[in-house]
């Protein structure tokens, strides 16, 4: 009897069918540390601006694995050799890129787990996924830490032209209806080759390449650093911290992430937290009697949030202490209180990082340079740099 080779779609809604044609990968995906990033929000609160932003880190996983696929196609079609274990290794590595996130993503990085990023939880899982599939991880870890020969390899998990970026530019356009964040993804990955073992775009992709460049720092201004949005996160990052601070209890084992030592704390018991539950906890610090923690909690569930204002120059220490003695006068709080509910700081973005990040066009004639250095290039040195803006927020 001749046994069938293992096929599985998966419907998505930016890409339509995503096909899953290896056991190892389907059982990673079955593993209940990816079956987590069901239960974390991809965007953390920018559901409260676009209420169609409400896709997860699942989503976005299986579309950058999705995106690696036609890479690596498209790569093997242009005579670079990969083998059947590389890339089984980079579709594995792009799939638990981000298995290390914590609750709501980035807004919470930090801060439930103060000094570790999400790469090195995500190096963490991976790892410990590597032992209970009995080392057969082993290729997607060297390519996801960087210490495997084929550079480009890790090149299309993490650098300035990751599948990563181009999913989560697309996937985030499509659903917060920002038609500004588009870009031609399909187009870029036409235009991948492999040149000294470095990733490379060819000389026709420019263009495409650019529009790629000005779309993230559209979405950048207009999505992530969204004035509304930053009110939010900055608010769910103070309700932990005031948590932290006030030591509020809550359901485990979210309570052992803001009443003990980060040291004292398992992966396994990382592993099993997610948005819902600190969404938990902010409902139930909706009646809390401490009146700061009260106040952000019932402003994240009732969407009352602080009011926002961007400055281009840092903002007046006379208009943050006038909005801090409201807070004072409104709650009846102190001083030291109110600085929770009333607080300045900046914001950044940038384009293209023309210091440690590189985008190599490969020109007919065998040349290379950097995005940056091309003729009548859009992306050239008034892009340099961080784009920043400072802020307030207060209570309405």
Known sequence: MKIMPFHKIINDPVYGFISIDDELINKIIAHPYYQRLRRINQMAMAHLVYPGAVHTRLHHSLGAYHLMCNALNELKSKGVQITKDE????????????????????????????????????LLIIK????????????????????????????????????????????????????????????????????????????????????????????????YLHKTVLSAEQMLKRIIKRAKYVHATCQQPLNSFINEELKNITLEQFCAIDDYDVLMAIKNWCNHPDIVLKTLCNGIINRNLLKVKYYPSPVDDALLHEKIEAACNTLHISHEDASWLAFSGEASSSTYNFENEHIHILFKDGSVKDISEVDDALINENLKGKVKKYYICFLR
């Open 87 to 122: 890339e089984q290794g980079a579709k594995i590595a792009i799939l638990l890129h981000d298995v290390g996130h914590g609750p709501f993503s980035h807004a919470l990085e930090n801060v439930l787990t103060e000094g570790l990023h999400h790469e090195e939880i995500s």
């Open 128 to 223: 410990e996924m590597n032992k209970q599939f009995d080392g057969k991880l082993q290729c997607a870890l060297d390519i996801f830490t960087d210490n495997y020969p084929k550079k480009f390899l890790h090149q299309l998990v993490s650098g300035q032209l990751d599948v990563d970026r181009m999913d989560y530019l697309t996937r985030d356009s499509f659903f917060t209806g920002v038609n500004e964040g588009a870009i031609g993804y399909d187009r870029i990955i036409k235009m991948l080759t492999v040149h000294n073992g470095e990733l490379m775009v060819e000389e026709k992709g420019i263009y495409s390449i650019e529009k790629f460049l000005v779309a993230r720092r559209l979405m950048y201004w207009q999505v």
